[in-house]
C-alpha cells in the first residue's frame, strides 16, 4: 500500500512539474512569436515577465510558510535571508537574458541551449567550491557541448521566419550569458544549503524569490519604465495579459512540484523528471507551434539528452554508493 501512494505521489510530482513548465513553455513562446491587434503588434516585454514571475513566486512561497506544517521548525539553524542577495541578483539578470533570447533564435534551440547548464555549473562549482567531477561527466559536458553546436549550424527558414529579429549568434550569446548567471546561481546556492544543511527548500524559494522580487522592482519601476510599458500593453491587449498571468502561475505552482519532488524523492529525481520535461518542451513546440527540426537538429537533440541522462543516471549511481559506504559499520577502522 505504501509503495502504491510513493508511486502516486511520484506521478503527482511528474504531472504536476510537465504540466506547469510545458504550458509555461508553449505560454512564452506564444509570446515571443504572436501579433497582437490589427496593427501586428509584436511583444516586446519578454524581459519584464520574468521578474514578473519572481514577484508572483515570492508571494506564493510567503503565503505557504504561513501555514504551521510548513515553517521552519524553531531551534533549527537555516540559512538568514540575507545569505540570497547575491545568487538574487544573478538570478534576476540570468533568465531575462535567455528569455530575450527568443526575440532571436527559435524556442526548441533556446530550450536546447539552456539545457547544457551542467556546463558552467561545472566551472563554476569548480572555481567557487573547488569542487572536481568525474572523467564520465567531463565527457557528458563534452557531448551536450558538441550537440548544442551542430544544432546551431542548422536551421529552417520556416522558424526563422516567425521570429522578432533573427540573429542567431546573438541569440545564443544571450543564452551563454543566461548559463553563466545560472553558474553562479547554482554554485552560490549550493553553499549555501552546505553551509546550513537543515534550511527548507521553501524557505530557499521563498528569500531567492524575495531578493530577486526587489531587484526587479527596482528595475522594471524605478531604473526604467519596463513595468509600466508592461502594464500598457497589457491593459492594451488583455489577451497579452492573460498570457502574461498564466506564465507567472505556471512558474508559481511548478516551483512547487519541484519543492515536493526534491523533498520526497531528493534532487537527482527531480533532475531526471525536468531534463526529460526539456525534450517534451522541445516536442510540443514541434507538434504545437510548428517549428519543424532538420534531420541533423534531431540528432543534436539526441546527443544532447543522452549526455543529460547519462549525467544524471551516473550521479544517481554514485550517489548510491556514497549512502551504502556511508552506511555500512566500520568497527572503529578509518574508512579509505
Known sequence: MTNV??????????????ASYLTQGVVQESLATMKFGPNERRFTHLKAINGVQSIACFLWAAVLMTLPFLRPQKGVKIAPWLAYWKPGVSNSIGPALGTEAL???????????????????????TLIGGKLYTSLEYGCAILIAAGISLFAKQSS???????????????????????????????????????????????????????????????????????????????EFPEAG????????????????????????????????????????????????GNPLLPQQWVAVTLVFVGLLTSSIAKRGKKVVVDKVEAEPTNGKKLE
Not at 501512494?5 to 510537465?18: A, D, K, Q
Not at 543566461?178 to 521563498?206: E, H, R, V
Not at 519596463?226 to 502594464?231: E, K, P, Q, R, S
Not at 512558474?251 to 523528471?273: D, E, H, M, P, Y
Open 242 to 289: 492573460l498570457y502574461v498571468l498564466l506564465f507567472c502561475l505556471c512558474g508559481a505552482i511548478g516551483q512547487l512540484f519541484i519543492f515536493g519532488t526534491i523533498r520526497k524523492f531528493g534532487s537527482l529525481v527531480n533532475t531526471l523528471i525536468c531534463t526529460t520535461r526539456k525534450f517534451f518542451n522541445i516536442l510540443l513546440s514541434v507538434l504545437w507551434s
Open 157 to 235: 527558414s520556416k522558424v526563422t521566419a516567425k521570429l522578432a529579429a533573427p540573429n542567431a549568434p546573438l541569440g545564443y550569446s544571450l543564452c551563454s550569458l543566461n548559463l553563466i548567471f545560472d553558474g553562479y546561481t547554482n554554485a552560490m546556492q549550493d553553499k549555501i544549503q552546505s553551509d546550513f544543511k537543515d534550511t527548507p527548500l521553501l524557505w530557499s524559494m521563498c528569500w531567492m524569490n524575495f531578493w530577486c522580487s526587489l531587484y526587479n522592482c527596482a528595475y522594471l519601476f524605478v531604473v526604467t519604465t519596463a513595468g509600466w510599458d508592461l502594464i500598457v500593453f497589457c491593459k
Open 103 to 125: 526575440k532571436n533564435i527559435s524556442y526548441p534551440a533556446q530550450v536546447l541551449a539552456k539545457s547544457c547548464k551542467m556546463v558552467p555549473v561545472m566551472v563554476m562549482s
Open 5 to 18: 501512494r510513493t508511486l502516486g505521489l511520484l506521478l503527482l510530482c511528474t504531472g504536476g512539474i510537465y
